[in-house]
């Protein structure tokens, strides 16, 4: 396993931007696919986005698509998910995640290694 911090959360008007980061406190973020997942209150917990570690391939959610964008930097063990054109429907806790070897996968049982989580507000 391997210890994931996000951050770039916070409090956004429709249409907005976030960036939001998931860092490995490992020495690398190699072999790893990354994903981030949101969880809205009162809801499931749903997947966002996922990149895998070599390719990479990246795979989105229906929702999110043409919105997100998910990137990886292998020099600053960093993973980002970009999130342009917010809407009050994003407003959720993100949590990204991470599983060595595995699948690009959208089941959040796939990951063995979970962040806090960050919490993003869309104010319409």
């Known amino acids: 396993q391997v210890q994931l911090v996000e951050s770039g959360g916070g409090l956004v008007q429709a249409g907005g931007s976030l960036r939001l980061s998931c860092a490995a406190s490992a020495r690398t973020f190699s072999g790893y696919v990354v994903a981030w997942f949101r969880q809205a209150p009162g809801k499931e917990r749903e997947f966002v986005a996922a990149?895998?570690?070599?390719?990479?391939?990246?795979v989105y959610a229906e929702s999110v698509k043409g919105r997100f964008s998910i990137s990886r930097d292998t020099v600053k063990n960093t993973v980002y998910l970009q999130m342009n054109s917010l809407k009050p429907e994003d407003t959720a806790v993100y949590s990204c995640?991470?599983?060595?070897?595995?699948?690009?996968?959208?089941?959040?049982?796939?990951?063995?290694?979970w962040g806090q989580g960050t919490q993003v507000t869309v104010s319409s």
């Open positions: 995640a991470a599983d060595l070897w595995g699948p690009v996968s959208v089941n959040a049982d796939q990951y063995d290694s």
């Open positions: 990149i895998s570690w070599s390719g990479p391939r990246t």
